[in-house]
């Protein structure tokens, strides 16, 4: 055989062994791509993203998009070639393993965690949009989750309103810990709750729980890495009874970072007029109670996502404009937000043709 025929069959055999190894050889990484985005106005499956009864609504039209990523699921086992065409892609993201699923989190338990979030970002995003409208939003502390395998199970359950422990009342999640944390381990704190069905019912029918119940539970001593303490095993969050009923229907989306977005839209159909002028206006953020505005993962993915689907202006939270700004997609104006207000300042000046004075996003260096 000659030399060259050889040298030739060689490389490709080379070649072709290193093809085979790359894809049977597993590597630390995940990718992200833009996922879909939804008009928080219009339809999804058949039926309206917002749904408002009890109170006046308004047409809207234009869009107020919210926008997603998709992501390789924590069980997914990414080759070498596959992170290889992910680098070189420019509408994807490769990142390692532990960026979106720290701590060896599996699917379910990010799952999990990604519905609470986004249920609580919907909460929150009635409660900024009411707020900032000035219609009165009562909030409650409540049990958010009770661990398995801690003296609170089967003693408490999540919904539970806490209105006091060991009598004294509790404005804010963050009293709860406190007072707890005033025993010793193994010593009994009281619960004053409303239990979850009653909490339920009257949210239901608009009216405020009044039946209360006291529940005694054993503290025990912590096993985390902080501080030793007493715990009963619960964490507190907050929930919201409403003048009226705003329910968001939206399957298959997880996180937090739809909040800003589905504030927009919950003020845009309870507000004569529209806040876009018709424009197809897309964005993203997390939105606390107060209208604050925070960053989320993966901007620049849904970034190209929107201009996709042909968004021409894209809210970003102010700590996300560096990000976004490095590769904005031709076409589309990448709007700094803080809250609810500057969201609602641009949409005056885009709707009005002042768009070149909105607040932009620039590269910082």
């Given at each position: ?47 309206p993203?917002?749904q ?29 070639v ?5 680098w070189?892609?420019?509408?994807d993201?490769i ?10 989190k ?8 990604n ?24 909030s ?43 025993h ?10 409303v ?18 119940k ?36 939206l ?21 004569p ?6 424009k ?65 300042d ?20």
């Open positions: 055989m000659p030399r060259r025929t050889a040298t030739m069959l060689a490389s490709t055999l080379m070649l072709i062994a290193l093809l085979c190894a790359g894809v049977f050889l597993p590597v630390p990484y995940s990718e992200m791509s833009p996922g879909p985005t939804v008009n928080t106005l219009g339809e999804h499956d058949g039926e993203v917002l408002i009864s009890g109170h006046k609504t308004y047409p809207t039209t234009g869009h107020l998009n919210m926008t997603t990523v998709r992501v390789t699921s924590a069980d997914y086992r990414m080759n070498l596959e992170a290889v065409y992910g070189l892609a420019h509408d993201k990142v390692p393993h532990d960026t979106l699923y720290p701590d060896g599996t699917e379910e338990q990010s799952t999990q965690e519905a609470e979030e986004f249920s609580q970002s919907q909460e929150s995003a009635k409660v900024a949009a009411l707020k900032e409208l000035g219609v009165p939003v009562r409650w502390v409540i049990v958010s989750t009770v661990i398995k395998g801690t003296p609170a199970q089967g003693k408490l359950h999540a919904g539970d309103v806490i209105k006091a422990v060991d009598g004294t009342a509790v404005k804010q999640p963050a009293d709860v810990a406190k007072l707890v944390t005033k010793k381990p193994g010593q009994s704190v009281v619960f004053t709750i239990p979850a069905k009653e909490q339920a019912a009257a949210k239901k029918a608009h009216r405020t729980a009044t039946a209360t006291d529940i005694t539970i054993t503290t025990k001593q912590s096993d985390d890495s902080g501080a030793k303490r007493a715990i009963v095993g619960i964490s507190a969050g907050t929930d919201h009874t409403f003048p009226f009923t705003v329910d968001i229907k399957a298959d989306v997880g996180g937090p970072s739809a909040g800003l977005m589905f504030a927009l839209g919950i003020y845009d159909k309870l507000t007029g529209d806040l876009t002028g018709g197809f206006v897309a964005g993203t953020g997390t939105i606390d109670d107060d209208g604050k505005v925070g960053p989320i993962g993966g901007v620049e993915m849904k970034t190209v996502g929107a201009r996709g689907k042909g968004a021409q202006y894209f809210l970003t939270p102010a700590d996300n404009c560096a990000a976004a700004a490095k590769d904005t997609p031709a076409g589309l104006t990448l709007v700094k937000v803080n809250t609810i207000g500057d969201a609602l641009a949409l005056k000046d885009i709707r009005s043709g002042k768009a070149a004075d909105v607040p932009k996003c620039t590269v910082k260096g």
